[in-house]
């Protein structure tokens, strides 16, 4: 059974950090590539970053290039998103999910419907 569980999330001053991870199981990370979602309220899930089981390849959202960086850790079958000089618009809640697809070994999208499996997301709040 496929489960994602996100973590790490909180209260963040503008321009300050925050580290989420998300847990697998049922799967490992050589499988299957993990994308990094969020939605705030009122708007639509958007994707903010994504990397692939077989090269680690990524791919980010415009929005967050230079600031978050995603890396996983495949003796913890976890992936981490470090998310540097947060703005007022990061905030909303994040979500990992995986679309439990070997399509998407060596290039990852960054589009919700691609994904198949989510985890139950974590609430990021950015404000001073």
């Known amino acids: 059974q496929v489960q994602l569980v996100e973590s790490g999330g909180g209260l963040v001053q503008p321009g300050g950090s925050l580290r989420l991870s998300c847990a697998a199981s049922?799967?490992?990370?050589?499988?299957?590539?993990i994308g990094w979602f969020r939605q705030a309220p009122g708007k639509e899930r958007e994707g903010v970053l994504c990397i692939t089981s077989r090269n680690s390849r990524t791919n980010y959202a415009d929005s967050v290039k230079g600031r978050f960086t995603i890396s996983r850790d495949n003796a913890k079958n976890t992936v981490f998103l470090q998310m540097n000089s947060l703005k007022p618009e990061d905030a909303g809640v994040y979500y990992c999910a995986t679309p439990a697809n070997r399509q998407y070994d060596t290039a990852c999208p960054l589009y919700a419907s691609r994904y198949r499996y989510w985890g139950q997301g974590i609430q990021v709040t950015v404000s001073s």
């Open positions: 049922g799967f490992t990370l050589d499988d299957y590539a």
